[in-house]
């Protein structure tokens, strides 16, 4: 099984009076955002199904990337908005019999989770950054690092 983390583009803080799960992309993550989308479409052969948080700017990214990838199953999963690792595996364990999964979600966990799944302590996702694991043992979420890719690398 395939597994991709994408932390969602950057945000936006110029409205305060926002709560924190309704703020939307920024000009970069606006840029970011269809340029990753752009790029994870020419470089996966499986059509993933896709789980959004819920907040504003995870979904804005992940409508990004289902254009690029259109048809798809995309699914808004609410509990992943402050969700923790357990919160992450479950979601992972319940769809492992899937070839590809696309999680969009927020630091740290997303981060926390590919530690987790790379049995390492040094992946931090900036915005808009995409992560693919192969989880050679899905149901013991143990995987190989596929790549990590930030959008500065593509400029």
Not at 65 to 82: G, R
Not at 117 to 131: D, N, P
Request: with cysteine; charged share 25%.
């Amino acid at each position: 099984m395939i597994l991709t983390l994408i932390r969602h583009a950057k945000s936006s803080w110029s409205d305060l009076s926002l709560d924190d799960f309704d703020r939307p992309l920024n000009e970069r993550g606006n840029r970011d955002a269809p340029k990753m989308a752009h790029w994870f479409s020419k470089n996966t052969q499986e059509k993933p199904i896709f789980f959004s948080s819920s907040a504003n700017r995870a979904l804005s990214t992940a409508k990004f990337f289902e254009k690029e990838l259109t048809p798809i199953k995309f699914n808004v999963v609410d509990d992943l908005y402050h969700a923790n690792l357990q919160d992450y595996e479950s979601l992972i364990l319940e769809n492992n019999h899937e070839e590809h999964i696309v999680i969009f979600g927020h630091n740290p966990t997303i981060s926390q989770v590919a530690e987790e799944m790379l049995k390492t302590r040094y992946v931090y996702l900036k915005t808009c950054s995409i992560c693919q694991i192969n989880l050679v043992e899905p149901d013991t979420l143990s995987g190989e690092l596929n790549f990590i890719k930030s959008p500065k690398e593509l400029t």
